[in-house]
């Protein structure tokens, strides 16, 4: 456990070579491949990589042609595969197929911005399936991805070892590391993040410290474990936006042991350290950042990982909801369960919101008007709930599927129309 430490892990006795990285004959007569997430010359603060020592090299594949199995995953956002608006948008409820469907045929790309080919900018995909991956493996050579289950667990098998990641939980499975994901409890459906340049990492702490927030103890990386069958598989590669698909006649997961720092691992929502005002006013909601991709500007997110957690709230004369809100960053909402304080009705489980750059959201009509006539007593908020933010410095574009979902909840602005007019020009 750990985040970002250097691990060593090993299905068989002595199958790590000591002292080099490279011998001449492996043990056990295995083949060492290196994994890079960094190129070689970034300095050692920054730099990732592991060595993966596997029963057979991941080159022995066969060539890619496109995979026309999912037409609605998008990478590149263009006049071509997108569209723009600046209105605040809800989704109800994305709803799970019917027929045998897996991970990868479940993917739906919802927005994003940029392009993976310029390693610039980042996609918001969500998923619903039915059925688990049947010796498939997806990887993204895009960028890293996090995923947020919001139903059913996800049972991922990575060639670093096994994560079995519950909704409250999340996983980040790094760029180019092979990945399939069975469905333990059947019909699944959940949120995920991709980012086109850099790597997740924790917050800086500030003043706050040396603890609170995600504590990097909590993070959890796989064991080595190893699947030694000669039988078709097939690779699903994400790449420049697309699909790809090669085959190859033997599990790609033949990793015996490995050792370095670029990981796949999980993080539990629950352990989350949660800091508030206990005096007046709100933090910024950056207070519940779990995980930031930085940009090349100091203070300034490609991506944020944003939770709202169970929490006392206990600040006097104060508006105590989510304050209304002009934002520089676009913000994109989902709800793993529960009611979020700031939305009640139809912010769903499973369904999901998007308020672009500057444009206006708060509070709806009826928390406002509870707002401001409660008693401000000491008390809880959200408990049995968990919502979450992935907040950027992009302005996001929309995919045609998304834009024109059936299920957008189209009276989302009325959310605001009755908010009361209270000013009076002779009261104070």
């Not at 479940?106 to 993976?116: A, F, I, N, V, Y």
């Not at 169970?310 to 009611?339: A, D, K, W």
């Not at 928390?367 to 401000?376: G, Q, S």
């Amino acid at each position: 456990s750990g985040f970002g430490n250097h691990f060593s892990s090993s299905a068989l006795p002595n199958a790590l070579p000591v002292g080099q990285n490279t011998p001449q004959v492996c043990p056990y007569g295995l083949y060492a491949e290196q994994l890079s997430g960094t190129a070689f010359t970034v300095g050692r603060s920054g730099n990732q990589r592991s060595w993966l020592y596997r029963i057979r090299p991941s080159v022995m594949h066969r060539p890619f042609a496109r995979y026309q199995g999912n037409p609605f995953v998008v990478g590149a956002f263009t006049d071509q595969t997108s569209t723009v608006t600046p209105t605040q948008i809800r989704w109800l409820p994305f709803a799970i197929p019917k027929d045998a469907v897996d991970f990868v045929d479940g993917l739906r790309t919802l927005g994003g911005s940029g392009d993976p080919a310029v390693k610039n900018g980042l996609a918001i995909h969500v998923y619903t399936a039915t059925q688990s991956m049947d010796r498939r493996a997806l990887c993204s050579s895009d960028g890293n991805i996090l995923l947020v289950p919001q139903q059913g667990r996800l049972d991922i098998t990575t060639e670093f070892g096994k994560l079995m990641v519950a909704p409250n939980e999340i996983a980040v499975i790094q760029r180019g590391m092979r990945f399939s994901v069975a469905m333990p409890d059947g019909p699944s459906r959940g949120y995920m993040l991709e980012v086109y340049d850099g790597h997740f990492e924790l917050p800086d702490l500030g003043p706050i410290g040396a603890n609170g927030l995600a504590n990097p103890r909590d993070f959890q990386t796989p064991t080595a474990q190893y699947v030694n069958k000669t039988e078709e598989w097939t690779i699903v590669n994400k790449f420049q936006g697309l699909l790809f698909a090669a085959t190859q006649d033997h599990s790609p997961f033949d990793v015996v042991a490995w050792h370095g720092n670029y990981a796949p691992y999980k993080y539990n929502l629950a352990y989350f350290n949660v800091v508030g005002s206990v005096s007046f006013d709100h933090i910024d909601p950056s207070v519940f950042t779990v995980l930031t991709c930085k940009s090349a500007h100091p203070g300034t997110a490609i991506a944020d990982f944003v939770i709202f957690p169970p929490r006392f709230e206990v600040q006097m004369g104060t508006f105590r909801p989510p304050y209304f809100h002009r934002n520089c960053m676009s913000e994109f909402m989902g709800l793993i369960h529960g009611s979020y304080e700031a939305k009640r009705g139809k912010f769903l489980p499973g369904g999901a919101s998007l308020h672009s750059t500057m444009t206006p959201h708060g509070p709806d009509a009826a928390t406002v008007e509870n707002a401001v006539a409660r008693d401000l007593q000491p008390g809880r908020v959200a408990d049995g709930t968990q919502a979450f933010m992935f907040e950027t410095m992009f302005q996001l574009r929309l995919t045609e599927w998304a834009a024109q979902s059936q299920i957008h909840d189209t009276d989302y602005y009325k959310a605001w129309q009755t908010i009361p007019v209270t000013f009076n020009p002779d009261k104070i």
